[in-house]
């Protein structure tokens, strides 16, 4: 769980400032069978929150690293808002729940 720093052009549901969390998905390609069904977790380009080999521009070092990093870069579509009275340390283990 963390607070939003920027957000792309294109980005409608959140604005700096929110609360978000994140779960095991970070982006899928959207436009498969099972991502318009809603079982992104079935898509072959899906990527997951944690160890996953992406481009610099999504993470400093190529990997997805979740919960063990201070930065990540998340499509809208898997951020889930948190409501600005729930506390942030309370947060980040529901996301994994």
Do not use: R, W
Request: net charge positive.
């Amino acid at each position: 769980a963390g607070i939003v720093k920027s957000v792309g052009a294109n980005v409608t549901k959140f604005k700096v400032g929110d609360k978000v969390g994140v779960g095991c998905l970070v982006n899928s390609c959207k436009k498969c069978g099972n991502c318009k069904k809603g079982q992104e977790n079935e898509c072959l380009k899906l990527v997951m929150t944690y160890g996953q080999k992406v481009k610099k521009s999504e993470a400093p070092n190529g990997y997805t690293l979740g919960g063990y990093t201070n930065i990540m870069v998340v499509d809208e579509h898997f951020a889930i808002p948190i409501p600005e009275s729930y506390p942030l340390e309370k947060a980040g283990p529901v996301m994994c729940a």
